[in-house]
Every structure is written in structure tokens, then in C-alpha cells.
């Protein structure tokens, strides 16, 4: 018996068709197998950036400027390069700069690191103060900060050295943690 081979032409095109489904089920099912890769990297990068932030009452409370500002996705935090936060208080400005410092989400927590310094001038209600420390933690909207690196701080002619340290400028207090050592000049007679 001999058999048209003309006959056979739809059965080798469903054969071909069949395995190249089976092929493209086996690849693709695959690559639901591969873990997904996270970001790692910034997906936002800006140059000369600046960020002010204002009370209830639209007073200009803190101005943040950088030379660089990357935002990463994997934990939505913001890394400032070279920052500058200035805060306006009752008592005048206070500039707070470090290397960098990288930004919570929301903007409620600056954590400043790489030679911070915050510095605020002398105005007629107090002496100017000076404070170096390696990190520092800010809260902008709370005026508080911290940082349980050394510090050394300069109000006036007097010095302070400590292991830490503790501000609030809401409620005008700072406190230096640890050992401290000390040195104010002697009090004029008659102030």
C-alpha cells in the first residue's frame, strides 16, 4: 500500500508546531524561575539640589542645599552629597554641613556623616557656638539632633569635649553624653 506523502505535509506542521510550543513554555517557564534582580543603584540623580522646608504659619524653618542628591528604590532613602542644612530658629540661623548624609523616606531623619560641623553665629542674646563630630542625626521638622560620636564644642571662649550629645532647640536644651571634659573662662565681676 503506498501512501501520499502530500498527506503528511499537516501532521509535520502540527508536529513542528507542537514542539516549538513546548519549546517556548520551557524557556519562558524558566525565566519565571529566575529570582528577580533588585535595583541597587540610584534610579535619580540631581545636581545642585535644594530643598526648604516651611511651618504651619509659611516661616521658612530649614533650607537643605547639595551638590548632589541620589534617591535609591530599594529603601526609598535619599543620599546627599556635600549638604548644607541651614536652620532657622528664635535664636538666628544655625548651618549644619557634612560630607554626606543620607535622607529617611519622608524627609523626617537626616543622618549626616563625614566631618560635620554645625555652626551657629553670636547674635546679642547668645555667643556663637561651634560643634565638629564625625556624624550627627538631624530632625528638621523636630529641631532635635544627636550623635554618639566625639564632640567637640565651642561656645564663646569656653570649650567642651564629650562622647556624645543630645539637642533640642524647641526646648533650648543640649546635653554631652559620656566623659566630658570642659574648660569656661572665669565670669567677669559685675555679669
Given amino acids: 500500500m503506498r501512501v501520499d506523502t502530500w498527506r503528511l505535509y499537516p501532521v509535520i506542521a502540527l508536529a ?20 528577580g534582580t533588585e535595583q541597587s543603584g540610584p534610579d535619580f540623580i540631581a545636581h545642585d539640589t535644594r530643598v526648604v522646608g516651611f511651618d504651619g504659619a509659611g516661616q521658612q524653618r530649614y533650607e537643605l542645599v547639595a551638590a548632589r542628591l541620589e534617591h535609591f528604590p530599594a529603601d526609598s532613602t535619599t543620599r546627599l552629597h556635600q549638604p548644607r542644612l541651614q536652620m532657622q530658629g528664635e535664636d538666628g540661623a544655625t548651618l549644619i554641613t557634612a560630607r554626606t548624609a543620607d535622607v529617611s523616606p519622608g524627609g523626617e531623619q537626616v543622618d549626616l556623616a563625614g566631618e560635620v560641623r554645625v555652626r551657629r553665629p553670636e547674635t546679642a542674646a547668645s555667643l556663637a557656638l561651634a560643634l565638629d563630630s564625625e556624624t550627627l542625626t538631624v530632625w528638621p521638622d523636630a529641631q532635635r539632633a544627636r550623635t554618639d560620636s566625639p564632640v567637640v564644642m565651642t561656645r564663646g571662649a569656653g570649650r567642651a569635649v ?30
Wanted: charged share 25%; proline share 6%.
Fill in 16 to 35: 513542528v508546531l507542537a514542539g516549538a510550543s513546548a519549546w517556548l513554555e520551557r524557556i519562558t517557564r524558566e525565566d519565571d524561575l529566575v529570582p
Fill in 162 to 191: 564629650a562622647q556624645g550629645m543630645r539637642a533640642d532647640n524647641l526646648f533650648g536644651t543640649l546635653e554631652l553624653i559620656g566623659e566630658v571634659s570642659a574648660t569656661m573662662p572665669p565670669r567677669r565681676q559685675g555679669s
